[in-house]
């Protein structure tokens, strides 16, 4: 649906609907507040069930990672009898760590939330505390990733919406890959000048 310069499309009707369905879900079992896993809802759900699914298993990848440095930090700091030191250097290290560990495992996608899963574990988590908070957090996750994925299997955008998500999805893809093209000829133009330096 268009009203001007402003659409309402399939993907947006389902991001508040797996909000929506995420507060009621955790209003009727008592479980808290459904923050963590209506974002996950959120961050998970994309145009298409396959999208959706990969994005909703780098998420849950993510957490589980974050939630297990936040425990290792909390086990260092017990070692350390929380020590100040421990969390100013420690912690950026942890942080780094889960970076290159989520690159080698080519989970990049997930790099941000493993990061917000550890440093809400570790920064407002008492560690006795710790280990149910980092599997609250993983299982809110499921919730919300299960939430977006139903809600994808179950409502399929009509054609015309579908294949216009798949057009500027593809719009953004030419982009990003005219501005890669136009690094590399950079990097190849810097080599080049650097070899003729060498020359020189």
């Not at 994309?46 to 298993?57: C, E, G, S």
């Not at 942080?95 to 917000?116: E, K, M, T």
């Not at 908070?133 to 990733?145: E, H, M, N, W």
């Not at 990003?176 to 070899?195: F, G, P, R, V, Y």
């Amino acid at each position: 649906m268009q009203i001007g310069r402003f659409r309402i499309g399939m993907r947006t009707a389902k991001t508040a609907l797996s909000v929506m369905l995420c507060i009621l879900l955790y209003h009727f079992l008592d479980r808290g507040q459904p923050m963590i896993a209506a974002l996950a809802a959120v961050f998970a759900l994309r145009q298409d069930l396959t999208t959706t699914v990969r994005f909703a298993k780098s998420r849950v990848l993510g957490n589980t990672l974050g939630g297990l440095v936040g425990i290792l930090y909390h086990v260092l700091q017990q070692q350390f009898h929380d020590n100040f030191f421990i969390e100013l250097f420690i912690l950026p290290l942890l942080v780094a760590g889960l970076i290159i560990f989520s690159d080698g495992i080519d989970n990049n996608s997930g790099i941000i939330s493993s990061i917000a899963t550890m440093l809400l574990i570790t920064l407002t988590v008492s560690s006795n505390e710790t280990v149910i908070v980092a599997f609250d957090r993983v299982l809110d996750t499921f919730i919300g990733t299960f939430v977006a994925i139903t809600l994808n299997y179950i409502i399929r955008p009509p054609k015309p919406e579908e294949e216009k998500e798949l057009q500027e999805d593809l719009d953004v893809l030419k982009e990003k890959e005219t501005a890669l093209k136009q690094n590399l000829n950079e990097i190849q133009k810097q080599i080049k000048e650097e070899e003729k330096k060498k020359i020189d």
